[in-house]
């Protein structure tokens, strides 16, 4: 019986793919960089800030020394964006607060940073409704590593049979799946509706699919 829905933030709850596309550019053209769109879907989405920068001093020789500033320049970007951008989407909050009212326990998993997911979360009216938010730095490794999800699991207190995990990217997919939760694959954040959330709900507890 699934008692929790874990939701993925960017791509799933908030639509910010580009919000961080077009932030981390940004700060990366102070210094001549840039990703292009190609390598941002084939290879950098999904992915924290710190491990796209370590990814391009590999590949494109990113001084080291410049990622905390780019990090932070792409974070301030990113936010300025948010507060301009971000607001609240009437699927998701008639989503979120059905499945509150009927006893679900809910919470965000995120790659991003602790201040863009607060932010996000009170942009689009979403916060009164989550236990809570993990980001990526209370963990050690990101997704695709598992932790996040098992920190959730274990903050719910229940099994990860239990959870239902909404993902957008094979990362968050490949780590709900290693958490051991089930997951509803979506590929926009349209399709996070509270009908969709409750069909998977029915087909895992009926034991139609895995």
């Known amino acids: 019986m699934i008692k929790a829905v874990i939701f993925d933030m960017d791509g799933v709850l908030i639509e910010a793919k580009n919000w961080h596309y077009e932030a981390l550019n940004r700060a990366l053209r102070l210094f ?33 020394k410049l990622h905390n500033f780019i990090n932070e320049m792409k974070q301030l970007y990113t936010l300025e964006i948010i507060h301009t951008q971000c607001k609240p989407q009437f699927n998701h909050e008639y989503a979120l607060s059905r499945l509150q009212a009927e006893g679900y326990r809910l919470g965000v998993c995120s790659n991003s940073v602790r201040s863009t997911i607060d932010v996000m979360m ?7 409704y989550l236990e809570f938010t993990i980001s990526n730095q209370e963990v050690a490794l990101p997704k695709p ?66």
């Open 32 to 64: 001549g960089y840039e990703i292009s769109r190609y390598d941002h879907l084939t290879t950098f989405d999904g992915l924290p800030t710190r491990k796209k920068l370590q990814m391009m001093s590999t590949v494109y020789d990113l001084p080291v």
């Open 145 to 210: 590593d598992p932790e996040m999800y098992l920190l959730a699991i274990s903050k719910l207190g229940v099994s990860a049979a239990e959870c239902l995990v909404v993902e957008d990217h094979d990362n968050g997919i490949k780590a709900a799946v290693a958490a051991g939760a089930h997951v509803l694959a979506v590929r926009e954040t349209t399709d996070v509706t509270y009908n969709n959330i409750m069909k998977r709900i029915a087909e895992i507890e009926q034991g139609l699919v895995a």
């Open 122 to 128: 009170e942009k689009s009216a979403l916060q009164d």
